[in-house]
């Protein structure tokens, strides 16, 4: 964690919560979207205590960190715009106006941008940081959702529910580079660490699908629960976490056997995922029970359960660290 993040975090939880600051200062942040309270629920992830509960827009559902730390950005499918929330203060500072219906966002790793998915308009839009407005916007296939962004800025990838496919698109030019074939009404999109692979829960067909991004084409799929909705990366094992909506389980998947190797209980129907990588847990948010689960990812086993706030989405990257 950066120096700056560090003393943006602390500033936040003086404010909210009772933690000490020794504690506050070592943990990252956790924002999770809740869907049926037009709000925001902030955790401290080493106290496991919620220090904020922010209003935003309507039905918020997906998150991303801005490249800077100072910012999270929300996007509000029902009243059409993204909120932006000031870590420093936990308060909604702006609001931009984001297409017909914002869904899927992920923020540029290099470039103060972030890109939404507008899922009625079939576009991407990508919206200037500072100028809090929308700058270009990208054609992309049916029902964009899931959104994903490799670590040097360079490929941003989306996945296009309803045409069973990927859009793979060169940032540096802003044209797409390949619509690759999938499995069955793709939602969630990650992509790995090292930039290689991008890792896609297709809802319908129950699979990922593993696609190599610098050779732009499909390597392999792999069966997994029922209705897989969000995938997040352990680059440490080589390893992939899915959440499968309507079984309220998550599947743990071995990159190199290519194979699913364990299927854990979580809370139902589960949604957004992420790790803390510092802190070796996994973080899925059960959008039915209004929970986080904590899991350990040595063990596979279920160390906590959260508190949100009701109908928590989380989807995107919603760990500050």
Request: hydrophobic residues 45%; glycine residues 8%.
């Amino acid at each position: 964690m950066s120096a700056r993040r560090r003393v943006l975090i602390l500033a936040a939880a003086l404010l909210f919560s009772a933690a000490r600051p020794g504690d506050v200062a070592a943990a990252p942040f956790a924002f999770i979207t809740n869907q049926g309270a037009n709000s925001v629920s902030v955790i401290d992830i080493a106290s496991r205590i919620t220090v904020g509960q922010v209003a935003v827009g309507d039905d918020p559902a997906g998150v991303a960190i801005g490249r800077d730390g100072r910012y999270v950005y929300i996007t509000n499918p029902k009243s059409r715009d993204v909120s932006v929330l000031d870590i420093g203060t936990l308060g909604v500072v702006d609001s931009i106006a984001a297409g017909d219906g914002p869904l899927g966002i992920v923020a540029d790793p290099v470039r103060d941008r972030i890109y939404v998915a507008d899922w009625y308009s079939k576009r991407i839009l990508a919206i200037d940081t500072d100028k809090r407005a929308i700058a270009f916007e990208i054609p992309v296939g049916n029902v964009p959702s899931g959104i994903a962004i490799n670590p040097s800025g360079t490929r941003l990838v989306v996945a296009n529910r309803d045409d069973n496919n990927i859009t793979i698109i060169n940032l540096t030019t802003r044209i797409p580079l390949a619509t690759i074939g999938v499995g069955k009404a793709p939602f969630g999109v990650t992509v790995s660490n090292d930039g290689r692979l991008v890792f896609v829960a297709n809802v319908q067909s129950n699979d990922v699908t593993v696609v190599n991004l610098p050779l732009l084409r499909t390597e392999f799929h792999i069966a997994v629960g029922e209705s897989p909705y969000a995938i997040a990366h352990d680059p440490t094992s080589e390893r992939i976490f899915v959440t499968n909506q309507h079984e309220s389980t998550l599947s743990v998947i071995d990159l190199q056997r290519r194979k699913e190797t364990a299927r854990i209980d979580v809370g139902e129907y589960p949604e957004g995922i992420a790790i803390a990588r510092d802190h070796g847990e996994l973080y899925v948010a059960n959008w039915f029970n209004n929970s986080l689960s904590v899991i350990d990812l040595a063990t596979l086993e279920t160390k906590a359960t959260i508190p949100t706030g009701d109908g928590p989405r989380a989807f995107g990257e919603f760990i500050l660290q």
